[in-house]
């Protein structure tokens, strides 16, 4: 029997609070463990929720649907093993149950029995699920606060309607567009499907209005804003070659530079390439590949033996390539507005069929928990799961997050729900789907002093402990690292 009651046992089943689980520290055993002490009501006053919970009413969120069935199915073990330990027909599966039981008094242990065998038996209606198949189910069964569809089917691919809203697009605003804009889609865009992943990366994010124009009309604009820069940039540079070129022939003639990095050979292609650029107004590529770099300040000085010349298309060229880069290209305007467009018709159509997909199902409960009516709706969730355990919560992103802040009041604790977020910070592996540290590191801060550790690997070498502890020491102690 322990002589210090473990972390499982005395956590306190009540308000807001975070436990950090390393790798291999026993996070399944302590979620599993801190279910069997809600389902017998354990912990009084102190640590305790203040009434015992069925599996209907303990909400459990874990990442994906392999991790829900397994620990659905390790909970409902860890319950039938403790039923029949408290019934005294089997040792004790482990020290944890043996020292839950001697808590309660012996005349109780048949009705804890009882109790942790309903709950067994009830494992298959527990709200045990991914965070997408539980927003899913609270759009469905709180249509009304939510402002959701009754009857609405989960699309796990959209990508067939994606793809054919798109056509809509490039037929509604491409098939009519002539001359340069014309071309300009031609070469940039080739087709809806070349635009499709393009598009599709903006979604969600804010876009500039365009001042309603059509696509065309914001590709012929910045064109035309595009050669006038372009001409500017060339106008002094008909006259510039031929006198930067005058000043390359006399340094040679004279011998005033090092003839290893000075030579007809190399620059006169450079000024050919300059004036034939400059000369035509619709030639935007300009490549003279070292004159870069040899035709500035620097360059002319590395090449001349004494006092280097100095001349204004000089001082112009470090800032030549740069300027040609960023000349004004329609691109991003299109793009917004193709993205506008687009995912506008996109929800339109998934609302019309009673689609929704994963993204949907989050998005759609945020935006009802952020409504008018958003408060009702927490206030019902809240009813029906008192108690929320957030499994891999490392991996939140911050919809999700929102979602629960807005059930749950994480910072406020209140005594009268539990929310209990399980993660490892060292594992926050997830950016590609969303998942954000700053998420994770908002949530520590909002449980401040209600921060628990699992601080035993049970799983791992001494070696490997250390060796990990090492890199992540430095780190936690600042605050901005941690």
């Known amino acids: ?25 026993g996070k399944t055993f302590t979620i599993s463990a801190l279910y069997l002490r809600l389902i017998l009501g354990h912990g009084g006053e102190a640590n305790g929720f203040g009434r015992e919970l069925l599996p209907p009413q303990i909400l459990v969120v874990t990442f994906t649907d392999a991790a829900t069935k397994e ?16 019934r005294e027909e089997t040792p004790a599966p482990d020290a944890l149950i043996a020292e839950l039981r001697e808590q309660f008094d012996p005349a109780q242990w048949a009705g804890c029995a009882n109790r942790l065998d309903i709950a067994a038996q009830w494992m298959d209606e527990a709200a045990v699920s991914t965070i997408h198949s539980w927003c899913q189910r609270m759009l469905r069964e709180h249509a009304f ?25 490039w ?38 209005s ?3 124009k059509a696509p065309a009309e914001l590709i ?38 090092d003839g290893r990095k000075m030579q007809a050979r190399y620059f006169e292609p450079w000024f050919e390439k300059l004036k034939a650029w400059a000369q035509d107004e619709s030639m935007e590529q300009l490549d003279i590949g070292t004159g870069f770099t040899r035709l500035t300040p620097d360059g002319m000085a590395e090449a001349w033996k004494g006092q280097a010349p100095s001349h204004p298309g000089l001082d112009a060229m470090p800032g030549l390539k740069s300027s040609l880069d960023a000349l004004p ?8 507005h193709a993205a506008r467009w687009v995912g506008a018709r996109f929800e339109e159509e998934k609302r019309r069929r009673a689609e929704m997909g994963f993204d949907d199902m989050l998005l759609r409960l945020d935006a009802a928990l952020q409504s008018d009516s958003g408060e009702r709706l927490a206030a019902v969730i809240r009813e029906q ?30 005594p009268d729900t539990g929310l209990f977020l399980i993660g490892d910070p060292k594992q926050a592996i997830y950016a590609f789907r969303g998942a954000d540290i700053y998420t994770y590191l908002r949530a520590r801060q909002a449980t401040t002093g209600r921060l628990h550790t699992l601080g035993t690997n049970f799983r791992s070498s001494h070696g490997m402990v250390n060796a990990v502890n090492h890199v992540f020491e430095r780190a936690e102690s600042r605050e901005q690292g941690r």
């Not at 939510?146 to 697009?169: A, K």
């Not at 064109?223 to 006198?243: F, G, H, I, N, T």
């Not at 290209?329 to 917004?336: I, K, M, N, S």
């Not at 919560?393 to 929102?402: H, K, L, M």
């Open 1 to 25: 029997m322990s002589t210090r009651t473990p972390l499982a046992l005395a956590f306190p089943l009540h308000g807001s609070q975070l436990i950090e689980a390393s790798a291999g520290t």
């Open 71 to 86: 620990l659905r199915e390790r909970i409902r073990t860890r319950l039938a093993e403790a039923a029949r330990f408290f």
């Open 145 to 169: 606060d939510s402002g959701s569809l009754f009857t609405q089917s989960l699309e796990t691919d959209h990508s067939d309607l994606l793809g054919e809203v798109l056509r809509d697009y």
């Open 171 to 208: 037929r509604l605003f491409c098939y009519p567009m002539q001359g340069d804009a014309l071309n300009w889609v031609r070469t940039h865009w080739g087709g809806p499907a070349a635009l499709l992943p393009r598009v599709r990366g903006l979604f969600g994010s804010e876009h500039e």
């Open 210 to 212: 365009g001042d309603g």
């Open 220 to 257: 012929d604009e910045c064109l035309r804003e595009r050669r006038a820069a372009l001409l500017e940039l060339k106008m002094p540079w008909r006259q510039w070659a031929d006198e930067l070129l005058v000043i390359c022939h006399e340094g040679v003639a004279s011998k005033a530079v």
């Open 329 to 336: 290209t329609p691109d991003a305007a299109v793009l917004q």
């Open 385 to 414: 799961f008192p108690v929320a355990l957030i499994d891999e919560f490392q991996d939140t992103d911050p919809v999700q997050y929102r979602i629960f802040e807005s059930i749950y009041r994480i910072e406020d604790n209140s």
